[in-house]
């Protein structure tokens, strides 16, 4: 990739929007709003679906992130795609096309890390078409 950023996030909105019990499974849909420091700046909202395993824990999810602020000086916007299972780590990527204003064109993988205390980190490595 051709440039890579770091900083830190703050979840400033988890809301569980409806969930659903099936045997073995709950399903669930959940609206998440964050707030970026760092090389990105700015907010983004998410819409998560998400299953948990029978002892409530959570098994996967999957999750689409409007990402809007600036990114490295330039403004504009961005769609982030999550893919998570609970045992084989979480994938999480700039969906092509949905780069908008000075970030149109861009792609990149973006990882988090939250820390023993809860803190959030990323690392988003990323390329401008």
């Known amino acids: 990739m051709g440039f890579r950023t770091a900083g830190s996030f703050e979840l400033t909105a988890f809301e569980p929007v409806e969930t659903e019990e099936r045997e073995g499974a709950s399903f669930g849909r959940i609206r998440i709003a964050k707030t970026f420091t760092g090389g990105l700046s700015g907010t983004s909202e998410v819409r998560m679906l998400s299953v948990g395993g029978p002892d409530g824990a ?34 999480i990527r700039v969906v092509p096309g949905t780069g908008s204003g000075e970030l149109a064109g861009i792609t990149g993988e973006f990882h988090l890390t939250v820390d023993e205390t809860g803190a959030h980190t990323y690392v988003l490595e990323y390329e401008l078409g």
């Open 58 to 91: 959570p098994a996967s999810y999957v999750a689409v992130e409007h990402v809007t602020g600036e990114l490295d000086g330039r403004t504009g916007g961005f769609v982030l795609q999550h893919t998570a299972w609970d045992t084989a780590g979480t994938t």
